[in-house]
């Protein structure tokens, strides 16, 4: 018996979920993080019109990280073309003076995500 797109899709999902990891939720200036695990909130660094930024420590690798959080990344698509932009260059460089890119974590549900972490 062959399945059928949908459940096919549920089962991916499904199983992206499990190797995503666990999660938990905090809140900044009105704005929900929901991120992995592994990363302990510290504090708020900047808030802006349409992106928030955290500090947190990664428990993993045990060091500090920068957490930016992009909310509606997609209503605007010159906003969208921006959040691209600077994800693409910051994957470019590499220099002491430069924030470093360490990760653009997959979204839980590719077909219903509206928010990026960079």
Do not use: W
Request: charged share 35%; with cysteine.
């Amino acid at each position: 018996m062959e399945k059928n797109h949908t459940t096919e899709s549920k089962e991916q999902e499904e199983k992206n979920d499990k190797s995503q990891g666990k999660k938990h939720s905090f809140t900044i200036s009105k704005i929900k993080f929901t991120i992995d695990e592994k990363y302990e909130f510290i504090k708020q660094i900047g808030l802006g019109s349409f992106s928030a930024v955290c500090s947190c420590y990664d428990r993993k690798d045990n060091r500090n990280v920068a957490i930016k959080k992009v909310t509606n990344a997609f209503d605007d698509l010159e906003d969208a073309r921006h959040i691209l932009r600077e994800i693409k260059m910051l994957s470019f460089f590499d220099h002491d003076n430069i924030v470093t890119l360490l990760d653009v974590p997959k979204p839980d549900n590719k077909n219903t995500y509206n928010d990026v972490y960079v």
